[in-house]
């Protein structure tokens, strides 16, 4: 279990995480979302005592990482998946890491069998892609047999095939009882693998909620409607409780009412319908309207606030 | 492919003990071991060295009959021998240097710490290793230099043996500064992080700084120069001592000192500065 409580950490004067508190519990897998830069490689390198907080605590399993007594057995991380020394091959990688920790040789054999890296494990890691790196640093993670594991932006540069195997695996992993906590900056990536969901953006908590309920609770959907008699439909329609909302391409997009009703209401009225149809937010775009007032950079200039 | 993830995993075991000093010296031998350039290095060190003295020497063999006679009565055969630790020096400071930085220009250091986040005992680790691995390379060098310097030199020139008074004390003490000026690199590396930053520090320390000390009025200058590590350098391999400079014990303790410095700096650094 991961534990963070009024988590601030400031580089010079740049506020990167403010006041933070979450939990990531062991058996699910907690994904981590948020905009890029707003704060989630931070605190996990402060979860992992690499950066040190202005203020609050981070914990695993109730206790500061720095005081693990056998912190590769207890945490396994992939926090970037580049770095790592490009003169030195795989295998030399994982045993170096596995000896701080006294792990037996045998289980570097082990994990790079797990991440399907053996072939090349006596390759130097300078000459490995992007997802072979990644495999590489997932190997690294399960040296100890973790019961807790950090990853950020773990499908980051990896074909889909790769991702499906990133995803099953780190399910399969939460499956078994450990704490899994996984950041990403794609909602949609999140919605296939995480049961519990903690949203920061600029560095504060946004939301922390299961999966389901923030997808269901934020589920923006309206009707989309053309018309010839555009202007008495949409009186007719805001008499009958509806939301009006005029777009620039001359349909109109209702909430608060059903296509069914706005479809009857028309025919009583003897109003034209061109167009009727239903429409969903996306996942991106729940997770947008969630994060909107905390994005960084905003594309448009007159976006900012 | 994953049996790992298909099984359920079983009860979580219960470590006794914690992770210790052993197996961060163990780690730190295999990152030392593992790296090619690390081997090359150290490799190319010992010829050059070695090949160094060895030109020396033969050359000095050979225009023997040339010297004059202030140069024949000043000549030290086994400082001569040895003139290759001021070439060693510099690669040996290269490498120091690269045991800290090169983990972060690489980013191996968040692997490095998450593994070891009393980072202290991390720091100690590569202290040992780097400083026990230099120094056998310091003294391979070291005698390499002298006995093959030694057999290059023949009459008409003189040359000396081990056996030779203060010979000895020249050659292990010559490897003994080797292994301290790695250390004195390594605390650099450990408090600049940037390769070529911390090895200009370092270049800067044995070459600049003596020139801009010889600079300074020679009432000064004199209290000041033996401080530096080259006059320490010279007095250890040298048979016959400057009076403005430390006896090569003094010296050696000096450099100890420095050393202890950097590194302390270095540690502090590590400990209190984000990865």
């Not at chain 1, 030399?92 to 037996?104: E, G, P, R, V």
Request: aromatic share 6%; glycine share 12%.
């Amino acid at each position: 279990m991961i534990e963070v409580r009024g988590l601030t950490k400031r580089y010079g004067d740049k506020i990167a995480v403010e006041d933070l508190s979450f939990n990531a519990y062991p058996g699910v897998v907690t994904g981590f979302l948020g905009p890029n830069g707003s704060g989630k490689s931070t605190t996990m390198r402060v979860i992992m005592g690499l950066d040190h907080p202005n203020g609050g605590t981070a914990t695993i399993n109730g206790r500061p990482y720095h005081d693990l007594d056998w912190p590769l057995r207890e945490v396994g991380a992939l926090l970037e998946a580049r770095a790592i020394h490009p003169g030195r091959t795989a295998r030399s990688h994982l045993w170096m890491l596995a000896q701080t920790n006294q792990i037996a040789r045998s289980r570097v054999d082990e994990v790079l069998d797990i991440v399907g890296l053996t072939e090349v494990a006596n390759q130097l890691t300078g000459k490995f892609s992007l997802g072979m790196s990644q495999r590489l640093g997932i190997a690294a993670s399960l040296l100890g047999d973790p019961g807790v594991l950090l990853y950020d932006e773990p499908v980051n540069g990896l074909d889909a095939e790769g991702i499906r195997w990133v995803r099953n695996l780190l399910i399969g992993l939460a499956r078994q009882g450990r704490t899994l906590f996984v950041s990403s900056h794609l909602m949609s990536e999140m919605a296939q693998m995480a049961d519990d969901v903690v949203v920061i953006g600029r560095g504060r908590l946004i939301t922390q909620a299961l999966m389901s309920d923030l997808l269901a609770g934020n589920q923006q959907s309206f009707v989309r409607v053309r018309s010839p008699g555009i202007d008495p439909l949409v009186v007719l329609l805001e008499t009958n409780g509806a939301r009006i909302s005029r777009e620039s391409d001359g349909s109109i997009s209702v909430s608060g009412l059903t296509e069914e009703m706005v479809g009857d209401l028309a025919f009583e009225a003897g109003i034209a319908l061109h167009e009727l149809a239903p429409v969903n937010a996306s996942l991106e775009e729940v997770f947008m309207e969630l994060t909107e007032e905390s994005v960084e950079y905003h594309g448009a200039p007159g976006g900012s606030q | 492919m994953n049996g790992e993830t298909t099984a359920p995993r079983p009860p979580p075991p219960i470590f006794v003990g914690h992770s210790s000093l052993r197996g961060v010296i163990a780690s730190e031998i295999t990152k030392l071991r593992t790296v090619r350039s690390t081997m090359w290095s150290f490799g190319v060190l010992v010829v050059l060295a070695v090949g160094l003295s060895a030109l020396a020497t033969s050359l000095t063999t050979s225009h023997w009959n040339q010297a004059g006679f202030g140069e024949r009565f000043t000549f030290d055969p086994i400082r001569e021998s040895l003139i290759g630790v001021f070439f060693g020096q510099f690669a040996i400071g290269v490498l120091g240097v690269l045991v800290i930085s090169a983990e972060y220009t690489t980013g191996t250091i968040r692997a490095s710490l998450a593994a070891v986040p009393k980072r202290f005992r991390l720091l100690l680790g590569k202290i040992i290793v780097f400083g026990v691995a230099t120094l056998i390379i310091g003294e391979i060098v070291a005698f390499a230099s002298f006995f093959v310097g030694q057999t290059l030199l023949h009459a008409p020139a003189p040359h000396a043996t081990i056996s030779s008074p203060g010979a000895l004390r020249a050659v292990t003490g010559d490897g003994l500064y080797l292994c301290l000026l790695g250390l004195i690199a390594l605390g650099i590396g450990g408090i600049i992080r940037h390769t070529a930053a911390a090895v200009s520090a370092y270049v800067g320390l044995l070459l600049v700084i003596p020139i801009i000390i010889a600079l300074l009025p020679s009432t000064v200058s004199n209290d000041v120069t033996r401080f530096l590590p080259a006059s320490i350098g010279h007095t250890v391999v040298s048979r016959i001592q400057d009076p403005h400079n430390f006896s090569p014990g003094i010296g050696l303790v000096v450099l100890a000192i420095y050393a202890a410095v950097a590194l302390g700096v270095a540690g502090y650094l590590l400990v209190h500065r984000d990865a």
